[in-house]
């Protein structure tokens, strides 16, 4: 797969302590595993001078006090909460330059009330390389979410965090089918 690198951007979903680190809130080992991978992306849009986001799962201590109906908290325990090293990205990463960007965001897609779509607008992206973890929800989420607003969103399969393989699975087969494209680190070339 050939992407232009004025055109793209590497999208690096919540690569943080509080997920990939051992010592993390909501640690999985596959989490900590798409590290490595992920970094090599990074690195390969970076030489390529692809721009690249990170983004950071973050959450006000009292966000979910309010809450109706959408409580992260009450599904998943309190994690990433603002202001802590759980909610940092890991040491791995190292977010540099104007054409690197790190979004906070308090949902599953980044796209949900975030300057994520101002940023990748302003600058011409179109095409977008997503990775990071958890495939079936953070990442998933947020690529469907730009598919929706006009980006080509692929999935790269073997840079992604999750608990059960089954859920790296459905993710990957529901981002393929429904709304955009997924591909393997070694498929992808900036030309």
Not at 21 to 34: D, I, M, Q, R, V
Not at 68 to 88: I, L, P, Q
Not at 136 to 146: E, I, P, Q, R
């Amino acid at each position: 797969m050939e992407f232009d690198p004025e055109r793209t951007a590497l999208v690096v979903v919540d690569v943080q302590n509080g997920f990939c680190h051992p010592e993390g809130s909501l640690y999985a080992p596959e989490s900590g595993a798409c590290v490595e991978p992920v970094t090599d992306l990074v690195e390969t849009a970076r030489e390529a001078g692809a721009r690249i986001v990170y983004t950071r799962d973050v959450h006000p201590r009292e966000q979910f006090e309010d809450a109706h109906y959408y409580d992260e908290f009450e599904r998943w325990g309190e994690h990433v909460v603002e202001g802590t090293w759980d909610a940092e990205l890991v040491d791995e990463l190292d977010p540099r330059g104007e054409r690197e960007h790190v979004v906070e965001k308090h949902t599953y897609d980044a796209f949900h009330e975030t300057e994520l779509d101002g940023w990748l607008s302003a600058r011409g992206v179109e095409d977008l390389l997503v990775c990071g973890t958890l495939a079936n929800v953070c990442v998933l989420h947020t690529a469907s979410s730009a598919g929706l607003r006009d980006y080509r969103p692929v999935v790269v399969t073997d840079a992604l965090g999750y608990i059960e393989a089954e859920h790296k699975e459905y993710a990957v087969e529901h981002a393929d089918w429904l709304f955009g494209e997924t591909s393997e680190r070694g498929d992808i070339e900036f030309v």
